[in-house]
Structures are given as structure tokens and as C-alpha cells.
């Protein structure tokens, strides 16, 4: 069991037979220097003098094997801060049609307005720069101060029509479900921009991750995430942010999905029992789930017994539903490579590899 | 044992022996409470009432069953007589377990949560368990403040009556924090299961996200607080702890129980250098620890999804079913159950695993 944390990591194994389109790859600021160009001056001073080094976290624990898979830490700088890196470990080898950037900056942590808009926007001007503008094979997730959605809305006006940006990302634990009409202001621009919802896991809001509270192992909080992915699926149909914008795309990138099918029953049953309660919610919850969001196969909660996982992609109902992703640097404990593509039909695990992504995001 | 009240010739052939494992009674007023409270509480619930973290109504149509208010007049729930023809005598229920849903453990005052729940078991006793001999009852604690709770737990010592303790869905830590230790191994040392009941806020919001806005998100929650429970019970090590815990699920459903479990293998395969405390798959714990009511039953669009789900758990065998009675949302057990699900195992869930979980 625990040789799966010796094994090499998938993606050094050689060519694969066909590209794939990566929904899932990690853009790290190296360190809060290198946002200094792109910083106003207030902010840079504030860092020089004092104890303040830019937004915290913890979610991603610096050395922990979820963090950086081995071989990934470059000469300077934190696993997922160099592009040379990605190239040779991710983008070549993997024939990489496209691979999507996501940065895990806790501009939610920042509950000073001015610095989570500086800090947002100064990393988005850093994406641009340092990362979409040198491959064009990349594409990114715009962050924003998803704690004050007039504002985040104002960061995607600035620069959501940048066509390197297809998604903006939302971390998964939030002050306030997504679904909220507080939130309005944020779903309305992402439509307008015709971008993607990236719902990522992780988040750093200050309220705890479960509804007793705070665990006290990483390993808890990294499990659990997949109940929060759960309550923001609830918020988002239960409050009509699909019937209110009807062309509205969500990914939930690091949410685990073999959970999905049980939700969508729960889910469906409430609906029928309880839909007075939200009349604008027209359709069962499975269909607004199966026509709005998508899923990045990584993690891959999957069961032992290969014949009950296809059960579980039988019950998802939809073939276009996962998207595949490496996750790189980040290390999980299962490989699609060996656990998830080779099990499934030829055509279900190209759809996986590229052609739901190239739809979905409009590659 | 009990004797079981003699059952028509009708109901033997129609209907198989149930034990339903989530009956909710209710005091008609809080008045009845006041014989079994001390001068000083019955005064304090009487001037400022049960207090609690607060901040969470939702409005919704539904309560209870509109069939369920008692020919008395008493709430439904409240009538003893009444409870017993309406759910035990109609069902051929042989033991139903009474889980009120109190306030007890949520008070902000440690004493007077003590208190009531005192207060509580002893009503339970003096207006229930002796006067219907096919119930069996939760022993209410006020769990967050678990010397008290134990002390509560000690004072039912040798009332079979008792087969678990109630937590809420939701406590003011993970479960499986060293907080609630010693409730757990006084559970074990005494023979009681640990029962945690949907709902019930100790403060945090239901989501890991804040509040939601509507009661159909509350009502698809404690799904997701339960889970948040077993994993701290898992990862915390309380069951290598406590070998011998039994931890019973209510009203939170089961369908994710599987996705949980191949969740928490895998991340224990990726963690476990933080987890060294523990010597077994995460799901060998739940398996061999966890059972699972059956109210609200998983309705798959499919009937053959829902023999997967069994599969996907390892068996039936830690299912006991529950009827929810009296409230809006209940499962009736000629509906629950789908059709096509093997006698034999219908039997489990009706009957044989609550028999064996809780000893009857």
C-alpha cells in the first residue's frame, strides 16, 4: 500500500499515446518578490518593512507528499514556480495540447480590501507576463478577491477579456456560499466575460473547514474538502445561479468526484420534496449539475474493485463530465494513468485526455 | 427482556418484526419537565428559557406529519398512547428507540445543560419507557461538557432501557476530538453506542463554507456534517482507541458512506506519515464501527444503483432502519425499502443488524 509514495511519478513514465489537455497545473509564486513589478508602490513597502510577506495559508503544507510529488522543487523557489520545470516534467513528455494555470495565492486570506485587489492583481499581471506570454500552450485561471465580490467583479472587467484567461478561480472554503445573492456581482461578471467558475480546492476565509469546526490533522482537512465541494454545489443550483445565468460554466478542480452520484440523489430527493422552497430551481439538481459543471479527474477517489468503479462513472450519467489533469506538482495517492484511463472504453478516455476540455473551455 | 405486546394474527402474516431506530418524542409543553428540574433551573427555563449558539431560522412548510397530532390534542410526538398505536401497533415495530430532539448539549450554560438533560432521561423514564414496554431510549448528555456528561451517563447505569448515547449532528468540535474522550470510553465501559443525530448547530454554520441561504440546503447538510464527523473519528484514532465503539449514523443518510471510505484509503496512503497512531485502512474502521440509518433512504433513478450502493458499502449489515416518525420527511417501511431488494436482506435492515448493534 504505501509503496504508491515511492513509485516515479506518473508523468516521468514517457510519451503517452495521445495529447491530452491539462486542467489542472500549478503556477506558484516563487516568493513575494517577484510580485514587485507588478505591485503599487504602498504595498512594496509595506513588505520591506515590515512583518507583513504577503498573503498565508496552510492548505498546501510546504513539505507534506500532496505538495510537491518528488523531483518537482526547483533549484530556488517553492514545487510549480518554474516554468522550465513544467516544460520538462509536464508540458513535453505529456504532449500537452494545452495545460491550465492555476495559482493557489491566498488573496482569500487578505482581509484588508486594498491589499487582496493590489495582490490579486498584481499576481494576474504576473500570470500574463511571466507565464502565458513565454508558452503558448498555456492558459490560466485569473484570481480575484473572491471575499468581496463587487470588487472581484471589478478585477475580472480589468482583465477577464485577456484571451491566455478562461477561468476565474474560486477557492472552495469561502466566507459565504457561492451560491449567495452576495455573490451576484462576481457570477454576473464571469458570464458576461464568458469565462469558467475554476472552484479549487483549498481556501484560507478563517472560518473552519467542517460544520463541528476545526480538525486537527491535515489529513482531515484534505479529506473533508470534498464536503465543502459538496455545499457549494447546493448553494449555486439551490439559489438559480443557473437559471439566472444559463450559459454559466463550473469546474470543481481538486474535488474528488466519486462522490457525485449519491450527492445527485440526495440532492434530487430534496429537490422533489423541498423545490417550494426555491421555485426558481426548475429541474432536478442532477440535470442543472450535469449540464453546468465538470470535475478534474485528480483526486482519484476510487475503490479497490475496478468493475465497481466503472459502476460509479455509469451512475454519473455523462461521458463529458471529467477533465483531465496532472495536478502538477501536487502528488495524490492514485494514478488515472494506471487507475482510471486504461479501465474505461477508448472513446470515454479520449473524451477524458482532451475533447471534454477542449469543449468545455472552448480550446 | 421485555415482552413484546401480542400481535394480531393479521400483522404476523403482512408485516415483518421492525426495530425502528428514530422515534421522536416530544414534552407537549416544557412543563412537563419542571417535576424532574430543581428549584433553581425550573426557575431559570421559566424566566430565560434554553439558550444556544443562535442564528439560523430557515422558513419551511414542512413539520410534521399532518396525521400525527394525537386525538388528545397533545403535539404529535407528545402522546405516549397515541405514538404507540399510530407507529408501533401499525407497523409491527417491536422496539423503537426514542431520540428527542431537546436542546440538550447546546446550552450555554454547562449546569443547566446537565441539568436538563436530568431532567430529560428522567421524564423519558417516568413518561415513556415504563409506561410502553417496545421502547427503548437515547440517554440525552450534555456533550460538550463531557465530565457532566459522564456523570449523566453513570446515573443510567443498569436501566437497559438506555442502548446509546445522543450526540447532535453537529458538536462544537470534530467528534473525534480528545475533548469528547472520556463520553467515549464511558460508552464503552457501560455497553452504549454513540449515536449522532442529523442536525443541531454547535455554533458553526452547516456548511465548511458559511450559511446557506435555504432550508433545502439545510436539509441536504448533515450528509456532509456527518461525513466531517467520521473522518475526525477515523483520523483521530478514536476507534484504535476505543476498539470496542459503536458508532451509530441517524438521519444523515448513507449513499456517500462509500465514496468516504475509498476517500479517506486514499488519502490515508498519501498522509499517513501524520497518522501514525492508526494500524488499519480507514474504511476497515468504518466498516467494522459505523452503521447507518436508513431515513432518508437513497432514491437512485435507478432501482439497480441502489444494489450497487450495498455492494459498494460491503453488505447491508450495518443498515438499521428508521422511520423518522412524526416528522414530515418520514419513511414508511412499506415504501422505503425498494421492491426488489432480497427478503433476506430487508430482514437485516428491518431487524437483525439494530437487534445485534444494539443488543436487544
Known amino acids: ?363 | 427482556m421485555v415482552q413484546t405486546q401480542p400481535r394480531t394474527a393479521t400483522q404476523e402474516r403482512t408485516r415483518p418484526a421492525i426495530i425502528d431506530c428514530d422515534v421522536h418524542n416530544e414534552w407537549n409543553s416544557q412543563e412537563e419537565l419542571y417535576p424532574y428540574l430543581s428549584q433553581r433551573w425550573r426557575e431559570h427555563l421559566q424566566t430565560f428559557g434554553m439558550r444556544g449558539p443562535s442564528g439560523a431560522t430557515y422558513p419551511r412548510f414542512q413539520n410534521r406529519r399532518t396525521d400525527s397530532t394525537p386525538p388528545s390534542g397533545r403535539k404529535p410526538g407528545s402522546d405516549v398512547a397515541f405514538l404507540a398505536q399510530q407507529l408501533l401497533d401499525e407497523w409491527n415495530i417491536v422496539y423503537g428507540i426514542l431520540n428527542p430532539l431537546t436542546g440538550v448539549g447546546r446550552q450555554l450554560i454547562p449546569e443547566f445543560d446537565a441539568a436538563l438533560a436530568t431532567a430529560v432521561n428522567d421524564w423519558m423514564v417516568a413518561e415513556w419507557l415504563d409506561k410502553e414496554p417496545r421502547l427503548r431510549a437515547s440517554i440525552i448528555i450534555p456533550f460538550e461538557y463531557p465530565d457532566l456528561a459522564v456523570a449523566e451517563i453513570k446515573r443510567r447505569v443498569g436501566d437497559t432501557r438506555f442502548v446509546q448515547v445522543q450526540f447532535s449532528g453537529r458538536p462544537a468540535e470534530p467528534m473525534g476530538r480528545r475533548k469528547y474522550w472520556p463520553i467515549y470510553e464511558a460508552c464503552v465501559e457501560y455497553g452504549l453506542a454513540v449515536m449522532s443525530h442529523a442536525f443541531g448547530s454547535g455554533g458553526h454554520p452547516i456548511t465548511g463554507c458559511g450559511w446557506p441561504s435555504f432550508y433545502i440546503e439545510d436539509h441536504v447538510g448533515p450528509a456532509q456534517s456527518m461525513q466531517a464527523n467520521l473522518i475526525s473519528l477515523v483520523f483521530e484514532g478514536v476507534f484504535e482507541r476505543f476498539p470496542e465503539l459503536r458508532v451509530v449514523s441517524v438521519e444523515n443518510g448513507f449513499g456517500w458512506a462509500p465514496s468516504l471510505m475509498w476517500r479517506l484509503d486514499t488519502t490515508y496512503k498519501l498522509l499517513y506519515r501524520e497518522l501514525p497512531h492508526l494500524k488499519r485502512l480507514p474504511s476497515e474502521y468504518i466498516r467494522e464501527h459505523v452503521w447507518f440509518s436508513t431515513q432518508p433512504i437513497e432514491e437512485p433513478h435507478r432501482p439497480e444503483y441502489f444494489l450497487q450502493l450495498l455492494r459498494h458499502m460491503g453488505g447491508a449489515d450495518r443498515l438499521v432502519f428508521a422511520t423518522d416518525y412524526p416528522h414530515w420527511d418520514w419513511d414508511s417501511p412499506d415504501g422505503a425499502l425498494p421492491a426488489r431488494l432480497p427478503d433476506e436482506v430487508k430482514q437485516q435492515i428491518f431487524f437483525d443488524n439494530a437487534k445485534a448493534l444494539y443488543r436487544l
Open chain 1, 1 to 363: 500500500m504505501r509503496q504508491v509514495l515511492e513509485r516515479d511519478a506518473p508523468i516521468e513514465r514517457g510519451r503517452q499515446p495521445q495529447p491530452v489537455i491539462d486542467c489542472d497545473v500549478h503556477a506558484e509564486v516563487p516568493r513575494v518578490e517577484a510580485l514587485f513589478p507588478y505591485l503599487p508602490p504602498y504595498w512594496v513597502e509595506h513588505i520591506q518593512q515590515s512583518v507583513f510577506k504577503g498573503p498565508t495559508d496552510t492548505y498546501y503544507p510546504r513539505h507534506a507528499p500532496v505538495t510537491a510529488r518528488p523531483g518537482s522543487v526547483p533549484e530556488k523557489g517553492p514545487a510549480g514556480s518554474s516554468l522550465e520545470l513544467l516544460r520538462q516534467q509536464v508540458l513535453d513528455p505529456l504532449q500537452v495540447e494545452h495545460a491550465i494555470l492555476v495559482c493557489t495565492y491566498a488573496i482569500d486570506s487578505l482581509h484588508n480590501p486594498d491589499a487582496a485587489v493590489a495582490f490579486a492583481s498584481a499576481v494576474n499581471d504576473w500570470l500574463i507576463a511571466e507565464w502565458l506570454e513565454k508558452d503558448s500552450r498555456l492558459r490560466a485561471s485569473l484570481v480575484v478577491p473572491s471575499q468581496i465580490p463587487q470588487l472581484a467583479a471589478r478585477e475580472i472587467d480589468r482583465v477577464g477579456d485577456h484571451p491566455g484567461f478562461v477561468q476565474v478561480l474560486l477557492p472552495v472554503r469561502s466566507q459565504h456560499p457561492y451560491g449567495s445573492r452576495l455573490f451576484h456581482p462576481l457570477w454576473e461578471a464571469i458570464a458576461r466575460h464568458d469565462l469558467v467558475a475554476g472552484i479549487h480546492f483549498g481556501g484560507a476565509p478563517g472560518n473552519p473547514p467542517f460544520p463541528s469546526g476545526w480538525p486537527s490533522y491535515y489529513a482531515e482537512e484534505y479529506a473533508g474538502m470534498a464536503q465543502v465541494f459538496q455545499s457549494q454545489l447546493c448553494s449555486i443550483v439551490s439559489e438559480g445561479v443557473f437559471d439566472l445565468w444559463p450559459e454559466l460554466r463550473v469546474t470543481l478542480i481538486e474535488s474528488g468526484w466519486t462522490w457525485l452520484p449519491a450527492f445527485m440523489w440526495r440532492f434530487d430527493k430534496e429537490w422533489r420534496n423541498l423545490r417550494r422552497l426555491v421555485p426558481w430551481v426548475k429541474r432536478p439538481p442532477s440535470e442543472y449539475i450535469r449540464e453546468h459543471v465538470r470535475f478534474t479527474i485528480l483526486p482519484l477517489d476510487a475503490p479497490p474493485d475496478r468493475q465497481q468503479l466503472l459502476e460509479v462513472i455509469a451512475q454519473l450519467g455523462s461521458e463529458d463530465l471529467l477533465l483531465y489533469a496532472t495536478d502538477y506538482p501536487h502528488l495524490h495517492a492514485a494514478d488515472p494513468e494506471q487507475d482510471l484511463l486504461p479501465v474505461l472504453p477508448a472513446h470515454l478516455a479520449r473524451k477524458i485526455r482532451a475533447e471534454n476540455a477542449r469543449a468545455w473551455y472552448r480550446l
